[in-house]
């Protein structure tokens, strides 16, 4: 038990539909991250919201849109998805460092395992 | 784009084996983390390496981070089946703020009893 929840745990859903994936985090940190991990491919990051503000956008198509309405919740809207967004989705958060002294460490939640058909 | 190589990719000993996998790259990185991943969960982070040259050690396992900060090594003495996954090594970047990590492919495990 890491303090990251994802849900859910498993998703199927149809290149029509609309899903959103949820994480919560106990551990009171500052920044949360959506990371993407398909097969034979390095975990891939999507999105960093830093104090509830979006960050970084890894070149991220817009059939994903993160959400972040607090420092404990961050959400990834989900919509006219492809087969190739089959994936782990993984949530992550941080405690920022002072400025120039990061030393991330970055505690994971389990993951949401997707299927797209 | 920084990239972390890990290798090797797949690697299978008996237990009571010793093994090293390395983590190496072009690019230097503020501090580096070796996570382990088992199916169905998320990495769970093992240790995090800052100092160039620095050296860790849990329990069997040694972590040594390079000299100039652009790789690392993770060393398993007397392997047992419990430490079968996959290991995962993360870099950070310089900069001031939150920041994603980089990470390898990782090296999938299997000890064999």
């Known amino acids: 038990e890491t303090g990251v929840t994802q849900t859910p745990r498993h998703l199927v859903m149809g290149m029509t539909n609309k899903k959103s994936l949820k994480c919560e985090q106990h551990?009171?940190?500052?920044?949360m991250y959506w990371y993407k991990q398909s097969a034979k491919k390095p975990l891939e990051l999507m999105f960093v919201?830093?104090?509830?503000?979006?960050?970084e956008n890894n070149s991220v198509p817009s059939r994903f849109s993160p959400e972040c309405p607090n420092s404990s919740h961050l959400f990834l809207h989900l919509h006219t998805l492809q087969p190739e967004d089959s994936a782990l989705y993984l949530c992550?958060?941080?405690?920022?460092?002072?400025?120039?002294?990061?030393?991330?460490?970055?505690?994971f939640g389990p993951g949401t395992r997707l299927l797209v058909l | 784009t920084q990239l972390l190589e890990q290798s090797p990719q797949f690697l299978s000993i008996q237990e009571g084996e010793n093994l090293t996998v390395y983590c190496n790259s072009s690019s230097v990185f503020s501090s580096l983390q070796w996570y382990r991943q088992e199916p169905g969960e998320g990495p769970v982070l093992l240790v995090t390496?800052?100092?160039?040259?620095e050296v860790k050690k849990l329990k069997r396992l040694t972590f040594q981070f390079g000299d100039a900060r652009k790789d690392s090594s993770l060393h398993i003495t007397a392997a047992q089946p419990g430490d079968t996954g996959l290991y995962l090594c993360a870099g950070a970047k310089f900069r001031g703020g939150a920041d994603g990590l980089t990470f390898g492919k990782g090296t999938h495990l299997i000890i064999q009893p």
């Open positions: 919201y830093n104090f509830k503000e979006q960050t």
């Open positions: 390496v800052v100092t160039g040259g």
């Open positions: 992550a958060s941080s405690q920022l460092g002072l400025a120039g002294l990061i030393q991330e460490t970055q505690y």
């Open positions: 551990l009171g940190h500052n920044a």
